[in-house]
């Protein structure tokens, strides 16, 4: 036996996503829309198994391995669109496990993942138990009792706002039209058994008096606090009744307490102002860990850069005036071909929650839609400053980063020469006017004899590795003294901010253009397993440890760094260390006793390795297209919302269906009629609405179609009298509209033949005379209503004359 009713699936799927949405309204975390999505899915699933032949034990087994798809499904979708459904499914089991770790540590939980993880879980599970015992067992208390108990707990812990208190009567009002009408049907089976006469009117007095019986209940229990406050002897009785779930609801309260900072801090270090500052004790916390691929290059150091700064003045500023959305399938920053430079895919696992993304140098693809911080330049190409996430990385996330990186060799950089582009000489070449003397004087004198840019960026390195003293923070500075110029002269200590920033300064006012890159240094490198990729331009002079391969990097919040990049105009931006606490940067020379160090053979199977990398990632990308991110979800326009409006429609539908098929039935007054006497029968007044309906729906078609003559009136401006003729009101519609005087014609004859003639008049005539009326007078109100905004012809005329 099995219970299937189209109103009754209709109403338990509204109780259902109204629970959900009462969830949702709590705005606890972000994202908790995709619990309506599940709860209609878990809904149509759950009816879907109640109806089937399948026994409950496989019934379960489907409704487990349904809801192992659609919850991480709906869980991938919250990560934003255009990511890799690999990507996804591993960034909710690394976020679950870590917040899994942090609870069995007693740690506060940072990740809203594991809470909606959660809520996910339950309301799937309360959707499926709830439609199928609802076709299974024809049971509606057993469907909407544990999702009642559901929407009461968030009730206690969301009772701020009073309003959302309405969310729990709409549940209820569903609620208790789905038990009677399940009851109905019950008795309704039981007397066809029984062979009883069913008077066609039955269905409808049971609704109505279901409605009736409804809307008192809810009302009941809204008054009922109100009314025990009132009369003490009822508010001792209300207390005495709401006590057991007071000391439940506190329980409850001790247990989820660590879920109540669910919302995680963005701990993005670095913003769009970069004060030099006093410096700040660093901690050993792990912001990231990076996969990175073998070197194919000496002198290739990674940096985890997160923006740059071009503009100075005692701070840095970011500059850069646009801001562009990019999707991993539109990633593209039109850079120009340039020497000295080889490109790897990077893997990066974030530990922390952030937006600000880090990668490796010079990005030129990325795994995760974007929102860039870039100017476009003169030339077509584009200064990136910074890629922001559109949606928060929570940690154990990972994307991917394919990076070009700075592997040119010192014979490259001296001979890329000075022709620099205008946009490179705009806005890399400012300097403040308080640069003193004495530091301009000092870059001099560092670089005298030097010819070129990179032995002067070299220069002026080393000096400031070996000069200046390297310190975590430093003292207030004098207030009337420039920060470079005092660290440089009187400090003579610094950290990377002071560094890189005094590096710039002297660069820049020996034209060289330059500017701040922040982030994280490289990190405590863990190797890999040994590749057979090999390394190119390896001298005698390149520690064997900086010339690695296949690397992975343990990335802590001590590893935050600033760093200059000087640019060089075959090669582009490359990065120098001057801060005394890193490693310096080892370049191969490139040309030593005349021979070309570079190795062909390596070079070509590295360009190989390259391609086929770039050939794999296009691969997988066209493979995974996100077919289940834009099945049903528009961010912004939910599952449920859909649902609720089709839910209306249908309801309309169902209403129309019953009208008809009653209508067939002889003797059935129309719907309003029947409204009304029913009110009637219980001594209410009808509203006027209700009497407009019934005199409506009493009229004869032909009168039907004749009114529409008195609308067209009233659409034009010009409403008729009570006292006007039919003819009367015909013919001041035609001076109106004379494009209608055929249909008019047609309408007036109609109706005079059946009001004052033998004849009852052509109905079909008169209808399709009505409609063109309607659709004509429409027209000529919308020109009319348009013509206001158009200026007249001679108007229009004069003032082009007068201009």
């Known amino acids: 036996m099995r219970w299937w009713d189209l109103p009754a699936a209709l109403l338990l799927i509204a109780a259902l996503i109204t629970a959900a949405i009462r969830l949702s309204a709590t705005h606890w975390t972000e994202d908790l829309s995709i619990v309506q999505n599940v709860a209609f899915i878990g809904a149509l699933v759950g009816l879907a198994l109640g109806q089937s032949r ?48 942090q609870l069995v540590r007693q740690k506060p939980v940072t990740d809203n993942m594991f809470f909606l993880f959660l809520m996910s879980t339950l309301f799937w599970t309360l959707s499926v138990y709830a439609g199928y015992n609802l076709t299974r067992h024809a049971s509606a208390w057993r469907a909407i009792l544990p999702t009642g108990i559901a929407i009461i707990i968030i009730q206690a812990y969301d009772s701020f706002f009073t309003i959302r208190t309405w969310f729990l009567a709409g549940y209820l009002f569903f609620s208790l039209l789905l038990i009677a009408r399940q009851h109905f049907l019950v008795q309704q089976n039981r007397w066809k058994q029984a062979g009883a006469y069913l008077p066609p009117y039955v269905g409808l007095d049971f609704i109505r008096t279901a409605l009736l019986a409804t809307a008192i209940i809810v009302v009941f229990a809204w008054t009922a606090p109100a009314l ?135 990005p030129i693809w990325i795994s995760r839609p974007v929102q860039a911080n870039l100017a476009l330049n003169a030339d077509g190409t584009i200064d990136l400053g910074a890629l922001k996430s559109n949606a928060i990385l929570y940690p154990g996330e990972v994307y991917e980063v394919e990076a070009s990186l700075t592997a040119a060799t010192a014979a490259q950089l001296r001979e890329s ?43 002026i390195t080393t000096y400031l590795r070996t000069s200046l003293e ?123 006793d005349g021979e070309d160090e570079s190795d062909p053979d390596a070079l070509s199977q590295a360009e190989e390795m390259q391609r086929n990398l770039q050939s794999l990632r296009e691969e997988l990308f ?47 007054p129309p719907i309003p009629v029947s409204l009304e006497s029913g009110l009637q029968r219980f001594g209410l007044k009808s509203p006027e609405f209700l009497r407009r309906w019934v005199y409506y729906a009493t009229l004869s078609p032909l009168a039907k179609a004749y009114l529409e003559l008195n609308r067209a009136l009233k659409r034009l401006g010009n409403a008729p009298r009570p006292k006007d003729t039919p003819s009367e009101r015909a013919e001041k519609l035609r001076q109106l509209l004379p494009v209608a005087d055929g249909p008019i014609q047609i309408l007036l004859t109609e109706y005079q033949a059946a009001t004052y003639g033998p004849f009852s008049g052509n109905s079909q005539a008169a209808r399709s005379a009505s409609l063109e009326v309607r659709n004509l007078s429409f027209l000529a109100m919308l020109k009319r209503f348009l013509s206001r905004f158009q200026e007249p012809r001679k108007a229009r005329r004069a003032s082009i004359f007068k201009s």
């Not at 290739?300 to 005692?314: F, G, L, Q």
């Open 417 to 459: 020469g000075t022709e620099y582009p205008d946009w490179v000489k705009e806005r890399y070449l400012q300097l403040p006017d308080n640069i003193t003397p004495r530091t301009r004087e000092l870059a001099a004198r560092i670089t005298e004899g030097l010819d070129n840019p990179y032995d002067m960026a070299q220069a």
């Open 228 to 362: 025990a406050s009132a009369v003490q002897p009822a508010e001792r009785a209300w207390q005495q009744i709401t006590r057991p779930w007071n000391t439940v609801r506190d329980r409850m309260s001790n247990a989820f307490s660590s879920l109540q900072a669910s919302v995680g801090v963005i701990t993005d270090f670095y913003g769009d102002n970069l004060p030099l500052g006093r410096g700040n004790p660093l901690s050993d916390a792990i912001v990231m860990n990076v996969e990175a691929p073998p070197r194919v290059a000496a002198g290739v150091r990674y940096y985890w850069r997160d923006r740059i700064y071009d503009y100075y003045d005692s701070a840095w500023t970011n500059s850069l005036p646009a801001t562009r959305d990019f999707a991993p399938s539109t990633f593209d920053l039109n850079l120009p071909e340039y020497e000295g430079r080889t490109t790897g895919v990077f893997t990066i696992k974030t530990n922390q929650p952030i937006q600000n993304l880090h990668t490796p140098s010079q």
């Open 622 to 668: 066209a493979q995974d297209r996100d077919p289940l991110g834009n099945i049903f979800m528009d961010q912004g326009f939910t599952i449920p919302a859909i649902i609720l409006y089709l839910f209306g429609v249908l309801i309309l539908l169902v209403a129309g269906f019953f009208v008809r098929r009653m209508r067939r039935v002889r003797g059935s």
């Open 54 to 101: 399948f026994s409950p034990a496989v019934a379960r087994a489907f409704a487990v391995a349904y809801g192992l798809f659609t919850v991480p499904w709906q869980l991938g979708l919250t990560l934003g669109a255009g990511i890799l459904w690999s990507e996804r499914l591993l960034s909710i089991q690394n976020r679950l496990a870590i917040t899994v770790d």
């Open 470 to 592: 390297y310190s975590e923070t430093l003292p207030a500075k004098p207030a009337d003294q420039e920060p470079v110029d005092w660290v440089l002269f009187d400090q003579q200590q610094a950290f990377c901010n002071y560094y890189a920033t005094a590096e710039i300064v002297m660069l820049r006012s020996l034209g060289v253009p330059a500017r701040m890159a922040v982030g994280y240094a490289e990190g405590e490198r863990l190797p890999s397993a040994p590749q057979t990729v090999p390394t190119l331009g390896a001298g005698d002079n390149v520690p064997q440890d900086i010339a690695s391969v296949s690397e992975r990097f343990t990335v802590r919040h001590r590893d935050a760094h600033a760093w200059p990049e000087v640019y060089f105009p075959t090669i582009g931006w490359v990065e120098f260390e001057p801060t005394a606490a890193q490693l310096a940067i080892f370049r191969p020379e490139g040309n030593l």
